[in-house]
């Protein structure tokens, strides 16, 4: 079983950056393809950005391509989302994923989850 813990997130302004982290542990975190997803008040669980258990490919929804990066330190069993350009669309709760078989926009295809991490933009 792998446990996953998002720290990072807080409230800034239009046009700050911010970094998420997302931390694993219980199981070969190198194996699981990873992902961050977000979720609105009143609104579904949408996809931000995923990547490769070798971290060789990654996927990005448009609203955020181009400002959000995904990366990884499996070293440090570490899962990272750094965000720029932030804007008052981008506030949301955001939550670590990671499953060993699968990749992809769709939050069933992960198995496992963190506790979210809070980002709010103030315009």
């Known amino acids: 079983q792998v446990q996953l813990v998002e720290s990072g997130g807080g409230v800034v302004q239009a046009g700050a950056s911010l970094r998420l982290s997302c931390v694993a542990s219980?199981?070969?975190?190198?194996?699981?393809?990873v992902a961050w997803f977000r979720q609105a008040p009143g609104k579904e669980r949408e996809f931000v950005a995923a990547l490769t258990s070798s971290a060789t490919s990654s996927y990005y929804a448009n609203s955020v391509d181009g400002r959000f990066t995904i990366s990884r330190d499996n070293a440090n069993i570490t899962v990272y989302l750094q965000m720029v350009s932030l804007n008052a669309e981008d506030t949301a709760v955001y939550y670590c994923?990671?499953?060993?078989?699968?990749?992809?926009?769709?939050?069933?295809?992960?198995?496992?989850w963190g506790q979210g991490a809070q980002v709010t933009v103030s315009s």
């Open positions: 219980g199981g070969t975190f190198s194996g699981y393809a």
């Open positions: 994923a990671a499953d060993k078989n699968r990749i992809g926009p769709s939050p069933s295809w992960y198995d496992y």
